[in-house]
Every structure is written in C-alpha cells, then in structure tokens.
C-alpha cells in the first residue's frame, strides 16, 4: 500500500476519453505532438480520467471523480467516453470502498471530466452522488463557473453544478490552504480560474497532484500548453515555477489525464523539465 504521512493512497479509475489533439496541445504542431500521443481518425488523444483517493481512519478523502455516467449517447461518442474497463464504483470497491465512505470530495475544478461524478440521475433529477460528503472548492473558481463565460459553456454542466449549489455540502475555499494535516491546496489561473492543484505531503515526501496544469507528461514542455487554457502566458509561469519547487523538493507528479503515465519524479533535461522513473501509485 501506498502512503505519504498518515494517509493511504488508492488510484481511482473513473474512466477514459478523448479531446481533440489540437486543442489539448495548442500552437505546438500534430507531427510533434503525436509522436507522444497517437490520435484516432476522429484527431482525438486517449485520455484517462484518473482520481487518487486518501485514506486515514474513518478520513476518507477524494480528489476529482472523472466524467460520470449519466451523459447521453450523444456526447459520449463525441468525447468518445467509455467506462466499459474502468469505472468510479467499480474502482472504489477494489480499494475497498464505497462512495458512501467518501467524507471530503477535493474538486480541483468544476469541468465536466473532472467533477461530473459528483451528481447522478435519480429519476430526471441530477442528485449529489456523495451524500455523506463535503465537497471542497474554490470560492473564486466556484463564482467564475457561475457566472458563465462563452469559452467553458460546455465545460460548466448545469446537471453537474446546481445539485452542488443547493446541496450544503459544498465548502468553498479562499486560496492557498492547508485542508487537512498533509493536503494542501495550491490554486492557480492559466487553465481557468483558481483551479486548485493538490499537494499530498510529509517531512520527507510529496506528491503533486496536477490535474489540468500538467494533464499528460508531454505537457512538461514550457510551450506544450492546451488551447483550453484561457491565459496560456500564465499557465507557462505556474508550470515553470511548480516544476521548479518539484525538482527542489523531489516532489512526485500524479498525472490525472495521461493515459500512460499514472506517476513520476521530475529532473531537469536538456530541453527543460522532463519526467523520471514513470510507475505505478503503488511502487511510490
């Protein structure tokens, strides 16, 4: 078993998708970046939506929980979803859980791959999928999907977002802040507004989890940015600074989004930061 600290660490498989391999690299060109990740016919990248799950005694804490199950055939086949291998219960109960164990839900933000497991249809009403839990936002990113914008309309699902909102059981944070003993939440603004990274950590390791700031391990490169990021010049500034404070501090980068690359060490290369030793959560 994986541990950082008191806490236990699970690989939660939610599932795997697919985003067009343009938007996901943005200026860098399709014959460099599909040397890294192939495309299907359609131009889309496999993309996996992989969550970590915390344990410590009855603390059971989940950070993000992929796409969900209650979209229609429609957008399935356009983001080319399919929880068929890997599944948000399915791999809960591998670990040994159930979502009604889940005490803390991290959400690093509100896009449909990354929250949409927080709601289900009950009947055809979009209900919170967690009842026992807090879900733990930021309070500017939460005020920033609300008010809509013309570039994330499709990313900020109402189905997702309202069962949230009228809920109380959802927590909204302000900044950079120690959640729990060993998580820390680090916001930043390249992506969208206040996503928050979350840092599992001790004396003497870390584990940085980096969900859209650093989606595939390609995206290590200072230019390989996501058409997606609204302010792409600031994603450049976060990444260079946090990759910095990872090979300082030996930091480890769980990927949420990489389908080949679930974890690894960071070193400094030739070109620019660069992973190591790519593995499995369990040989942390």
């Known amino acids: 078993m994986s541990r950082i600290g008191s806490w236990s660490l699970h690989t939660i498989e939610t599932g795997r998708f697919g985003l067009d391999g343009g938007a996901m690299f943005g200026i860098v060109p399709k014959p460099l970046w599909e040397r890294r990740i192939p495309a299907d016919e359609m131009n889309r990248i496999p993309l996996h939506a992989r969550c970590l799950l915390l344990v410590d005694g009855d603390r059971c804490v989940l950070i993000d929980n992929g796409i969900g199950t209650k979209q229609d055939a429609k957008f399935n086949k356009i983001y080319a979803v399919d929880t068929t291998e890997m599944e948000l219960d399915a791999s809960l109960k591998a670990a040994g859980y159930h979502r009604d164990d889940v005490t803390d839900v991290i959400l690093t933000h509100l896009h449909f791959d990354h929250c949409g497991g927080s709601t289900e249809y009950v009947g055809d009403r979009s209900e919170v999928a967690f009842r026992n839990a807090q879900f733990h936002v930021q309070r500017a990113h ?54 928050q990274l979350v840092r599992v950590h001790d004396s003497t390791s870390s584990l940085l989890y980096t969900a859209d700031l650093l989606p595939t391990h390609a995206h290590l490169m200072p230019a390989w940015n996501m058409g997606y990021d609204l302010w792409p010049m600031t994603t450049i500034e976060e990444k260079g600074r946090l990759l910095q404070q990872a090979m300082d501090g030996g930091w480890q980068l769980y990927f949420e989004h990489d389908p080949t690359v679930g974890l690894c060490d960071v070193v400094m290369g030739a070109k620019g930061p660069e992973i190591a030793n790519p593995r499995p959560l369990h040989e942390l």
């Open 142 to 195: 939460w005020d920033w999907a609300q008010e809509g914008n013309v570039r994330e309309k499709a990313s900020f699902l109402p189905e997702n977002l309202e069962p949230l909102a009228s809920s109380g059981q959802l927590n909204l944070i302000e900044g950079q802040y120690e959640l729990l003993p060993g998580i820390e939440l680090i916001p930043v603004d390249g992506h969208t507004r206040a996503m």
